[in-house]
């Protein structure tokens, strides 16, 4: 920081050396995951899906949810568009 104001006409008496704890927790990260051992071995054999939503602006076509696919074994992704959230029939 000192570098940075005085480059800039800055007093570097404003800056302070030390971390505050909102610093330390945006650097905190997770554990990866654990290694899987379902691994698809075919294109469609396992795919992943999640409905995204709802948006508060409309897609050109009008749409406020999305469908992502993503295949397992190719990593083919295919996105879809939704103007509503159907739920399935009992």
Request: charged letters at 25%; hydrophobic letters at 35%.
């Amino acid at each position: 920081m000192s570098l940075f104001s005085s480059a800039n006409g800055f007093s570097d008496k404003k800056f302070s050396d030390k971390s505050c704890d909102v610093c330390f927790r945006a650097k905190q990260t997770r554990l990866s995951f654990p290694v899987s051992d379902n691994k698809a071995k075919n294109c469609v054999d396992l795919i992943h899906c999640d409905i995204w939503g709802a948006y508060r602006v409309d897609s050109l076509c009008r749409a406020h949810y999305c469908l992502p696919i993503v295949d397992d074994a190719t990593r083919g992704t295919w996105v879809y568009l939704m103007k509503d959230k159907v739920k399935p029939p009992n």
